[in-house]
């Protein structure tokens, strides 16, 4: 079965630019759609971004389009999560989510993914 695991998280400072990683195990991500899902206090998950199967096309929240860049390393069997220029809203624990199934698109809504890593934390903060 597909386990999706999550990292990089941290204490960032405002205009930091960490990388997420979700390494898998179990099952190919080149032939899986994935997706984040940050998570802030008292507020619901919230898909950001997700790449299709074999890196097709990639989809973005319009609140993190030009910062944020979601990729694959399939040598790796890794997928990405660049995020760039942070700010104080985007402090959330971070899940990545996987759904082993070939698909040209990607849909960045939790029904979509039966596969959840265990969330990173990222703080933005001064």
């Known amino acids: 079965q597909l386990q999706p695991v999550g990292s990089g998280g941290g204490l960032v400072q405002p205009g930091g630019s960490p990388r997420l990683s979700c390494a898998a195990s179990g099952a190919f991500l080149k032939y899986s759609t994935v997706a984040w899902f940050p998570q802030a206090p008292e507020k619901e998950r919230q898909g950001i971004a997700c790449?299709?199967?074999?890196?097709?096309?990639?989809v973005y929240l319009d609140s993190v389009k030009g910062r944020f860049t979601i990729s694959k390393e399939n040598a790796k069997n890794t997928v990405y999560l660049q995020m760039n220029n942070l700010e104080p809203d985007d402090t959330a624990v971070y899940y990545c989510a996987a759904r082993h199934k070939l698909r040209r698109e990607c849909l960045i809504a939790i029904s979509e993914y039966d596969n959840w890593g265990q969330g990173t934390q990222v703080t933005v903060s001064s």
């Open positions: 790449i299709s199967s074999l890196d097709v096309s990639a």
